[in-house]
């Protein structure tokens, strides 16, 4: 089984940075990504990366956030820059087996940790 264990979550004032991380055990995920859940919505993709070395990014996060992975420490990041209350969310580290043909659907990862809380004030 993949176990994925997310940290770095905080609040922050707006404008500000985060580092999320999220520790993978348990094998080699092919594609790993990012999730939040904020007030009242429903659970979404943020960023997410690939081994060959491909990223996507939501519209609203993209030029702001940047994922990457260190193979060596087993560690998914997600370096979030210029918060916005609207970043608010849990968020959530995801793993897929495979190559999805959507790396920001929710439903092309099997494994999922239990979240790491962000919250951005005004």
């Known amino acids: 089984q993949v176990q994925l264990v997310e940290s770095g979550g905080g609040s922050v004032q707006s404008g500000g940075s985060l580092r999320l991380a999220c520790a993978y055990s348990g094998g080699t995920a092919t594609c790993m990504a990012w999730f939040r859940e904020g007030p009242g919505k429903e659970r979404e993709g943020v960023a997410a990366w690939c081994r060959d070395q491909s990223t996507g990014y939501d519209d609203s996060v993209e030029g702001r956030f940047i994922i990457s992975q260190d193979n060596a420490e087993k560690t998914l990041y997600l370096q979030m820059n210029n918060l916005t209350p609207e970043d608010t969310a849990m968020y959530f580290c995801?793993?897929?087996?495979?190559?999805?043909?959507?790396?920001?659907?929710?439903?092309?990862?099997?494994?999922w940790g239990q979240g790491t809380q962000v919250t951005v004030s005004s």
């Open positions: 995801a793993a897929a087996p495979g190559y999805p043909g959507w790396l920001l659907r929710r439903r092309s990862y099997d494994y």
